[in-house]
């Protein structure tokens, strides 16, 4: 089974930023896409960003669009999430997931591994 493992959460004030990074046991998040979610006590799983695992195609929520960005690193089969002028509304824990191709986007469905989740903290 794959193992993923998210790490850079924390707490933060609004305005300020944090780097999530998702590495994986082995070699699959160099071979198929990756993605972010978060998800919020008593609301739905919610898509963040996706990256190809090429790199060169992203999507992002347009809830977090200009404010994160989504980047990885094939040789360290690590994935990131840059998350800027973070706000309350961000906060929530953190997935990272594989998916079974190298194209998946919003579509949850699609991805097959899922990581233990970070939280992430944004306090007004």
């Known amino acids: 089974q794959v193992q993923l493992v998210e790490s850079g959460g924390g707490s933060v004030q609004a305005g300020e930023s944090l780097r999530l990074s998702c590495a994986s046991s082995r070699g699959t998040s160099s071979n198929n896409a990756m993605g972010w979610f978060r998800r919020t006590p008593g609301k739905e799983c919610e898509f963040v960003a996706s990256i190809s695992w090429r790199g060169s195609n992203t999507n992002y929520a347009d809830s977090v669009k200009d404010r994160f960005t989504i980047s990885r690193d094939s040789a360290k089969n690590t994935v990131y999430l840059q998350m800027n002028r973070l706000t309350p509304g961000d906060t929530a824990v953190y997935y990272c997931?594989?998916?079974?191709?190298?194209?998946?986007?919003?579509?949850?469905?699609?991805?097959?591994?899922w990581g233990q989740g970070t939280q992430v903290t944004v306090s007004s």
């Open positions: 997931a594989v998916a079974l191709g190298p194209y998946a986007g919003s579509d949850q469905s699609r991805y097959r591994y």
